[in-house]
């Protein structure tokens, strides 16, 4: 696989085709039509069409876009049901409980969508605009300067490779984009972005991010049953008070609702299941009666970023910047992303432009571009004071007093000290290092699926429209092939069958060595969640990206 890649050069890069990178794009080419100066940007996106990848709860605020397109109802943006009631349950395994609604929790002015629609129609205004849009296009590699440290573009994956990594007869190769500035976009836990923050040192020693898992469905549930702009959150059962996480439901528009469990991945028992948990949520009283009659349209699970403040890495570098859900902007009490995610790229955007078109840095044989600029505005922007404020909520739920010490101490900062304490809490350990050992546990009697409210995994990732080429190298690689079965089996029980919404990893018989297991990977199962590279406690699988536009097709998410 020798052959010369072709190579396409622009002003500017973007990697994920996501809120925050379609933000970044559109904000650039506005800006250069304000002023009729001309700007070349390309968005490339791994899922098979935008938005394809895309899955949130969701319930958005609606700040960015309208400074995006203040004009957005009329342009027929796809928020279509606003917020209109919420209300905070805590659920013991028969009853819920009503509890005092958050402030920082109020929806009012905020729409429940199917992000996964925004998504779509952001792309077809960033085309209107003129930004180039290659979906099907996964980046596997960042091209780095003559020093090592500026980053220069970002490189395609080849295409028809097989499993061994040799050029079958449909062999096309990468490309090379390159860019005075690439932005990086990729949502949480970037592939590239991990190796990109671990090489420039992005962290300080010490620095990590800490993770959740959010597994959702959307259903179509019975006229009479439906109350749209309904909002309920949940906290307590199915999980127990040392698990962080809570439930959610919304009532969308046209008998929709959207469903989902979200636990924290720095969770210690290695014989919980989160799609497990996520059934037994469903078959909650409350839950359940709302359910049935009903049926599921799709299913979908990805990792969240919950780090907040503590967790940020340095936003750019030589040559870049990273945004959104990458740099990890999630505010987790509020349980919203999207609206720090594109009010990033806003600010990256503005920083760019400033760089590129006014100033005139990143010609050919100048310093690779530092968007100091973009740091500085996001120091002064909303986004850094809600993540300020709440900074020591996450972390106050790793205290011995679990969920309830969580609890009394989130109302009190939220309520009253609204973050002005001398004082930061640090997350323990990263979600990989909190995991115990099985000798510590009972295992978890999860109930069989009754395949009217709660469904085996299999069952649910059929309803992601997940495909995968055929004959291409596994992507998800395991640095040790022995480690999972030497290690994680005996030490905990195999965690991995149980992490893992959908169905990806499994120790079963090996034929070749009667009476020991061997691990295996069902890649083509993949939902792109990157769980398995998050919470592996021996950091030995790495997830990378398959050829473009494999992957889960969601729709309505």
Aim: net charge negative; with cysteine.
């Amino acid at each position: 696989m020798t052959e010369p890649r072709e190579t396409m050069e622009y002003d500017v890069v973007i990697v994920g085709g996501g809120p925050a990178g379609l933000a970044a794009a559109i904000r650039l080419k506005q800006l250069a039509a304000k002023e009729d100066k001309d700007v070349s940007v390309i968005v490339v996106e791994k899922g098979g069409e935008i938005g394809a990848h895309t899955l949130s709860g969701a319930c958005i605020e609606v700040g960015p876009l309208e400074e995006l397109f203040p004009d957005w109802k009329e342009l027929g943006a796809p928020l279509n049901q606003p917020a209109l009631e919420d209300h905070m349950k805590y659920l013991t395994a028969k009853h819920a409980l009503p509890l005092p609604h958050p402030p920082q929790m109020s929806n009012t002015g905020n729409y429940i969508v199917s992000l996964s629609n925004v998504v779509k129609w952001l792309g077809e205004k960033a085309e209107e605009l003129g930004v180039d849009i290659f979906p099907s296009t996964a980046a596997s590699e960042i091209i780095y300067g003559e020093d090592g440290t500026s980053v220069c573009g970002i490189v395609t994956n080849d295409a028809g490779v097989d499993k061994d990594f040799k050029p079958k007869s449909t062999y096309t190769p990468g490309i090379e984009l390159r860019g005075k500035l690439t932005l990086f976009a990729e949502g949480c836990h970037g592939s590239l972005t991990k190796g990109l923050i671990r090489k420039l040192k992005l962290r300080e020693d010490g620095q990590f991010q800490t993770y959740g898992l959010g597994i959702k469905e959307v259903w179509e549930v019975e006229p009479a049953k439906h109350s749209p702009g309904k909002i309920t959150h949940t906290m307590g059962y199915p999980l127990d008070y040392k698990t962080y996480g809570g439930g959610f439901i919304y009532h969308m528009e046209d008998n929709k609702v959207s469903l989902g469990l979200v636990v924290g991945l720095d969770y210690e028992n290695p014989y919980l299941s989160p799609y497990q948990e996520f059934q037994r949520f469903k078959a909650h009283p409350l839950v359940s009666e709302l359910l049935k009659g009903g049926r599921v349209l799709s299913y979908g699970g990805r990792a969240l970023v919950e780090g907040g403040l503590q967790s940020l890495p340095k936003l750019f570098f030589p040559g870049g910047a990273l945004i959104g859900d990458t740099a990890g902007l999630m505010n987790v009490p509020k349980i919203k992303g999207t609206h720090n995610a594109m009010k990033s790229g806003i600010l990256a955007a503005d920083s760019a432009y400033k760089a590129i078109v006014v100033e005139g840095q990143g010609e050919e044989g100048a310093p690779a571009i530092a968007l100091t600029g973009y740091e500085e505005a996001f120091k002064n922007s909303s986004i850094y004071k809600e993540l300020y404020e709440v900074r020591n909520v996450r972390p106050s739920f790793h205290t011995s007093l679990g969920i309830w010490g969580g609890i009394v101490w989130s109302g009190l900062d939220t309520l009253f000290l609204k973050g002005r304490v001398p004082f930061t809490f640090q997350h323990k350990n990263p979600d990989h290092a909190m995991l115990k050992p099985a000798s510590m546990f009972k295992p978890i009697d999860y109930p069989k699926p009754d395949n009217e409210i709660t469904f085996d995994i299999l069952t649910s990732v059929s309803r992601t429209g997940t495909d995968h080429t055929e004959n291409q190298p596994v992507h998800l690689r395991l640095a040790d092939k022995t480690v999972q079965v030497k290690s994680n089996l005996p030490v905990y029980a195999g965690p991995e069958q149980r992490f893992c919404p959908a169905g990806v990893y499994e120790y079963v018989d090996d034929e070749a060595n009667p009476g020991q297991k061997r691990f295996q990977i069902n890649s083509q199962n993949c939902i792109h969640c990157k769980t398995c590279d998050i919470k592996d406690p021996a950091q030995n699988i790495n997830w990378t990206v398959p050829e473009g536009g494999n992957g889960p097709q969601y729709v309505d998410t």
